[in-house]
C-alpha cells in the first residue's frame, strides 16, 4: 500500500521560531511537492521538487525553503515563523512518467498554527 | 497567471447525478485532473484526462474539452459517502506544476 507521511498531525509554534515539516514516502517517486490548504483558497503550491536536490518555486515560496538530500524526504522549512503562516500543509508526490506525473497520493497534512 | 474556476459549493440528492464544472485558461496547458477530499482527510486522485472526451471508472466519470477550455467530474448514482470537497487541478507545461482549483463543497440529502 502506497503511503505518504508527515512528521506530525498538529504543530504549534510561536512567532519567530524556525520551524521544519517532514514528509516521507515510501513509493520510489521522483516528484514531491508541498502545498499550503486555507478555506476558500484550495491547494496551493508551494515548492516541488523533481529529483533529489533538485527544487522549483510554486505560486507561493516566500517565507519558505525546501530541502531533499535524499530521494524518500522532502523537508519544508519555515525560517521564522508568522501568524499568516497558520495553515494546513500537505505533502504530495508522484512518478514522472507519462500521465504518471498528474496522479499526485498525499500524506495527511500537518495543521500548523502560528502563535 | 493561470487560474481555474470552479463552483464552490453544489447540493444533491442521494441517488441522483450531479456535474461540478470547471474551467480553466488555455496557455500550456497538458491535462486536467480530480481529486476527492473527505473532511479532515488527504486529497485522493479520481481521474486525469489529457485528450477530449470522457473518461469513466465505475460511478465516476471525467469529461474534458480543450476547444471549450472546459471540463467536469460526473458522479451518477450518489451516495452519502460522496459528501466531499471536489477538486480540478491542471498542468502546465510552462513550469510542470499543477494548478489546483478552490474546490467544490458537494453535500448529498437523503
Not at chain 2, 447540493?11 to 476527492?36: H, K, M, P
Not at chain 2, 510552462?94 to 494548478?99: L, T
Amino acid at each position: 500500500d502506497v503511503k505518504v507521511t508527515q512528521s506530525s498531525r498538529y504543530l504549534v509554534k510561536r512567532t519567530g521560531e524556525k520551524v521544519f515539516l517532514e514528509c516521507v514516502q515510501d513509493m520510489d517517486h521522483e516528484n514531491m511537492f508541498w502545498y499550503r490548504q486555507d478555506p476558500g483558497l484550495g491547494l496551493r503550491l508551494i515548492y516541488f521538487s523533481y529529483d533529489v536536490k533538485m527544487k522549483e518555486k510554486g505560486d507561493i515560496p516566500e517565507g519558505y525553503s525546501v530541502s531533499r538530500e535524499k530521494k524518500e524526504r522532502f523537508s519544508l522549512i519555515l525560517e521564522s515563523a508568522s501568524t499568516n503562516q497558520t495553515s494546513m500543509y500537505l505533502c504530495a508526490s508522484s512518478f514522472s512518467g507519462g500521465s504518471s506525473y498528474n496522479e499526485q497520493f498525499f500524506g495527511p497534512g500537518t495543521r500548523l498554527t502560528v502563535l | 497567471g493561470q487560474s481555474l474556476e470552479q463552483p464552490s459549493e453544489v447540493t444533491a440528492v442521494e441517488g441522483a447525478i450531479v456535474q461540478i464544472n470547471c474551467t480553466y485558461q488555455t496557455s500550456g496547458f497538458y491535462g486536467l485532473s480530480w481529486y476527492q477530499q473527505h473532511d479532515g482527510g488527504a486529497p485522493t486522485f479520481l481521474s486525469y484526462n489529457a485528450l477530449d472526451g470522457l473518461e469513466e471508472t465505475g460511478r465516476f466519470s471525467s469529461f474534458l474539452s480543450r476547444s471549450d477550455s472546459y471540463g467536469y467530474l460526473l458522479l451518477q448514482e450518489l451516495q452519502m459517502k460522496d459528501s466531499a470537497s471536489y477538486f480540478c487541478a491542471a498542468r502546465y507545461s510552462s513550469a510542470s506544476k499543477i494548478i489546483f482549483g478552490s474546490g467544490t463543497r458537494l453535500s448529498i440529502r437523503p
